[in-house]
């Protein structure tokens, strides 16, 4: 059974900062993953995608890579701001459509 | 963009009524949702795959005489909780998958149900 962990659970930076969100999975035969973001009390926003046979991804401040082998994802946030503040999902999909999520990481980004 | 709505976005029952959530995909058609329930600080875990047409598949260890799901359209699911209880209050949420052009299948989820029973 896939079991998806994110290090760490929590995190607080003062704005600026780059920082990095992990993502690990168990099993590695994996069909994609993704990263999202959930504002409290809200829905999932997709960040970013990340095809099996890809190494990274990028989105303005956003980049995200896979190392599929080793079962490990991180999410690089460069130069924080406040409206980064969020909880951080990573999923990895096993299928169609099917994904399997992480915990989260709940970011807090202070002026 | 494809978007995935949810109604209601909240809704407050007394115990051993039975609740109804919709989720609908507004501007693309959907032969297969997901359902997802959040508790606090949990992730979120996969209840069951509504398929239009057909009966909805259920994840293990989710009762599917509880959790009731219809898919009746391409646009439209409903997940009916009967017989609330307590522990059954969550956080609801719904995916659609959406192909974007070039061939990417990419997850659209809604803004999701809180359901609290007394």
């Known amino acids: 059974k896939q079991e998806v962990t994110q290090i760490p659970a929590a995190l607080s930076v003062p704005e600026g900062e780059n920082l990095v969100l992990n993502c690990s999975f168990t099993?590695?035969?994996?069909?994609?993953l993704q990263w999202f973001r959930q504002d409290p009390g809200k829905g999932l926003t997709s960040l970013l995608l990340?095809?099996?046979?890809?190494r990274e991804q990028t989105s303005g401040r956003l980049n995200a890579s896979l190392d599929k082998s080793s079962g490990r994802s991180t999410l690089y946030i460069a130069a924080s701001q406040p409206g980064d503040s969020a909880t951080y999902l990573c999923?990895?999909?096993?299928?169609?459509?099917?994904?399997?999520f992480g915990k989260g990481t709940m970011l807090l980004v202070s002026p | 963009g494809a978007v995935v709505s949810q109604h209601p976005s909240w809704v407050i029952c007394k115990s051993g009524t039975s609740v109804k959530i919709e989720c609908r995909s507004l501007?693309?058609?959907?032969?297969?949702m997901f359902w997802y329930r959040q508790f606090p600080k949990q992730s979120l875990m996969l209840m069951a795959t509504?398929?239009?047409?057909?009966?909805?598949?259920?994840e293990q260890g989710v009762e599917k005489d509880k959790f009731l799901i219809n898919h009746a359209s391409l646009t439209l699911s409903t997940l009916t909780v009967t017989s609330a209880h307590p522990e059954d209050s969550s956080f609801y949420i719904c995916?659609?998958?959406?192909?974007?052009?070039?061939?990417?299948?990419?997850?659209?989820f809604g803004p999701g149900t809180r359901l609290t029973v007394l």
């Open positions: 995916s659609a998958p959406h192909t974007r052009t070039g061939g990417t299948d990419t997850q659209y």
């Open positions: 099993d590695s035969a994996i069909y994609n």
């Open positions: 990340i095809q099996s046979s890809q």
């Open positions: 999923a990895v999909g096993l299928g169609y459509s099917t994904l399997t």
């Open positions: 501007d693309f058609q959907a032969t297969t």
């Open positions: 509504s398929n239009e047409g057909s009966k909805a598949t259920y």
